[in-house]
């Protein structure tokens, strides 16, 4: 889950953004139980363009990447199995609405 500020650099010319915000990454199922399945907090990172297919229909293309750090010690051998800087890259594709609002 992520929140993120939008910015397009030339609104007029190019169908460009980057967008900056803040999200946490959960890590979940059999592997993850026994550390409660933790939810560490993440800096988010993103840019994409844009095609306008109508007036108020939208393409959307674009990357997202999470920026976090990770440590799980395994308690029995006291040694750690993952830890460090971790960055999770998401391409997403998908269709907007978009209203004219004056």
């Known amino acids: ?10 609104p ?9 915000g803040a999200g946490v990454v959960r890590h979940g199922g059999e592997a993850y139980a026994p550390y409660g399945s933790p939810r560490p907090l993440a800096g988010v990172l993103g840019a994409g ?4 297919l109508g007036p108020h229909i939208t393409a959307a ?4 990447a999470l920026f ?3 440590n799980f010690k395994d308690s029995i051998h006291r040694m750690s199995f ?3 800087p971790q960055t999770d890259v998401l ?4 269709l907007a609405w978009r209203s004219r609002l004056r």
């Open 68 to 70: 976090y750090s990770l």
């Open 61 to 64: 293309l674009g990357v997202t």
């Open 49 to 52: 363009c844009d095609a306008h």
């Open 82 to 84: 993952e830890y460090g």
């Open 91 to 94: 391409a997403h594709i998908g």
């Open 12 to 20: 007029t010319v190019l169908p460009f953004w980057l967008s900056v």
């Open 1 to 10: 889950m992520t929140a993120e500020a939008l910015y397009r650099p030339v």
